[in-house]
């Protein structure tokens, strides 16, 4: 089974902060993705990446910058945390051009900031 | 653009009652459909997928059809348990682009009770 791992599952930093999310996926997935899940608003893509050193914005990318150097890595940065930043953050990943099958997701990062 | 309305939640059921989940969609072209689920505390998984007209996909008693004719693809259990407990997504994906994005409703919540 595709496993994606991100490196923490709570954080807590201050306003300010520039704040590392790392996530790793270990099934050769050409595709990952950052989303951050709010109450009420459900999941919003943030970022994304189809390939090593690709990245394409999503729909909430402002304040936010991502890292793709190797292929089973993708890095979401946050340049200067700021409260509203306070989500939970999920990493996924995929195959490429097959619609057929869904996203593999981590286990989330709540992050919060102070 | 793609979209993917549920119904609001919360759902409140006792244990064995029926659940439906309402979710329809708005796609250019013929996209895949799917239910994800979230466990407290967890990240998303994938619950169920169809990825034509008419297609029902199912998996641990829950079901869903794909229907063109009316985009939707509502979830249904005959028999809920307090461990079906989670927010539940609809989502979409489509057939375009180099990433061929997921896009997710914004979740209904259940809650099973004794």
């Known amino acids: 089974d595709v496993k994606v791992t991100q490196s923490s599952r709570y954080l807590v930093k201050r306003t300010g902060e520039k704040v590392f999310l790392e996530c790793v996926q270990d099934m050769d997935h050409e595709n990952m993705f950052w989303y951050r899940q709010d109450p009420g608003l459900g999941l919003r893509l943030i970022y994304f990446?189809?390939?090593?050193?690709?990245?394409e914005k999503g729909d909430i990318p402002e304040g936010y910058s991502v890292s793709r150097e190797k292929k089973e890595r993708f890095s979401l940065i946050l340049e200067s945390a700021s409260t509203n930043q306070t989500s939970m953050y999920l990493c996924a990943s995929s195959t490429r051009g097959i619609p057929n099958y869904g996203y593999t997701f981590g286990s989330g990062t709540r992050l919060t900031v102070v | 653009g793609n979209s993917v309305t549920q119904m609001e939640g919360p759902v409140t059921l006792s244990e064995e009652a029926f659940l439906t989940i309402n979710c329809t969609y708005t796609a250019t072209g013929y996209p895949s459909l799917f239910w994800y689920v979230q466990y407290p505390g967890e990240g998303l998984q994938l619950l169920l997928k169809a990825t034509k007209a008419d297609d029902k996909g199912s998996n641990k008693g829950f079901e869903a059809t794909y229907r063109k004719e009316t985009t939707s693809f509502h979830l249904e259990k005959g028999s809920v348990q307090v461990s079906d407990s989670a927010v539940y997504f609809c989502a979409l994906r489509d057939r375009t682009g180099t990433a061929s994005k997921l896009t997710f409703g914004t979740g209904t919540r259940l809650q099973v009770t004794l």
């Open positions: 990446s189809y390939d090593v050193k690709m990245k």
